[in-house]
């Protein structure tokens, strides 16, 4: 009888943790980050530091924002986390205040964050490092955050019902697929290429990123670029004073060509936070540009 619990308890685990947590012979808690990286902690942690806004709403989604000590800044979003406490900016974590808040875990991303990652690490910190750059590393993102969870029905059933909203909110299938322009930035003219959330957003709606046949990340492009492609949509993510930017296309001889502007389509007023944070709310900024597009989801 004992035997056949302890199967059942096996199954269990084996369901609900993934691949990416497990707590070995002796209590040890393993688990990797997207980079490969296995970190080893003493036991499931309960005092968790996360260092980008996108992170913290990803432990408000999985409703595991109890295990949250610190945070940055920047992470306004929802509002009741203002209760955790700051410890200092997204690119500039004040690495005192980390150490007073005696956290298990801290988890970073990459790039601007990895001199953070590499200093933590000297002291001794745990640090799980969640660079996000695709839907499809948010998801596995999620599945890594869940194994925290001591109510992993809950969340997996969260993040289940995020995957289908992400396979569902699509573009309606037709002979020609739409080409999208993704502007982060005026001048100098930057856009986002592969290997960023905003081209993974555009894939999975079923557009075709114009910027994504030449750069990576993001990146400035040359406008003759842009009338050879001629964009069927204009996307302007987080740029200031758009609307004169808007303007600007509608009478400059050139931008006028593109079928974007000729057609009226172009988007410029979206929360950036819906589309730049690689977070559960990826999905209303995938519906908005849909909606602004005079376009349909088959999303309910």
């Known amino acids: 009888m004992k035997y056949k619990i302890f199967i059942l308890f096996l199954l269990f ?19 990797s980050g997207l980079n490969g990286e296995e970190i080893s902690l003493p036991e499931r942690p309960n005092r968790i530091i996360v260092l980008a806004p996108n992170l913290l709403e990803i432990f408000y989604y999985l409703e595991l924002e109890g295990l949250l000590v610190g945070r940055v ?4 979003f929802p509002k009741e986390s203002d209760n955790i406490p700051s410890v200092g900016h997204f690119q500039r974590p004040d690495i005192e205040k980390i150490i007073k808040q005696k956290p298990d875990l801290v988890i970073t991303t ?5 001199k953070t990652t590499e200093k933590l690490q000297q002291l001794n910190i745990p640090v799980l490092e969640l660079y996000i750059t695709s839907i499809k590393d948010l998801i596995k993102s999620l599945e890594i955050i869940s194994q ?14 995020l995957k289908y909203k992400f396979n569902n909110t699509v573009y309606p299938k037709s002979s020609n697929k739409l080409k999208v322009l993704p502007i982060i930035w005026w001048d100098p ?29 993001y990146k400035k492009i040359n406008l003759e670029v842009v009338l050879e492609e001629n964009p069927d ?10 609307e004169n930017i808007i303007k600007f296309m509608k009478d400059d001889d050139i931008w006028k060509k593109i079928n974007a502007v000729k057609n009226d389509k172009i988007i410029g007023d979206i929360d950036p936070d819906l589309l730049l ?24």
Do not use: H
Request: proline share 3%; with cysteine; glycine share 10%.
């Open 13 to 31: 685990t084996i369901l609900f943790s993934g691949c990416n947590g497990r707590i070995e012979d002796g209590g040890a808690f393993k688990i």
């Open 73 to 76: 800044d920047e992470a306004s």
């Open 110 to 114: 990459g790039l601007v964050q990895r």
């Open 148 to 161: 925290f969870s001591k109510t992993p029905n809950i969340t997996k059933s969260k993040i289940d019902s």
């Open 189 to 217: 003219l930057t856009i986002a290429g592969t290997e960023t959330i905003l081209d993974s957003v555009l894939e999975r709606l079923g557009f075709i990123n114009i910027a994504s046949r030449y750069i990576s990340g």
């Open 233 to 242: 949509i204009i996307l302007i993510i987080g740029v200031q004073d758009y």
């Open 277 to 300: 944070r690689p977070g559960p709310r990826l999905v209303i900024g995938m519906e908005e540009i849909i909606k602004r597009a005079n376009m349909r989801t088959i999303f309910n």
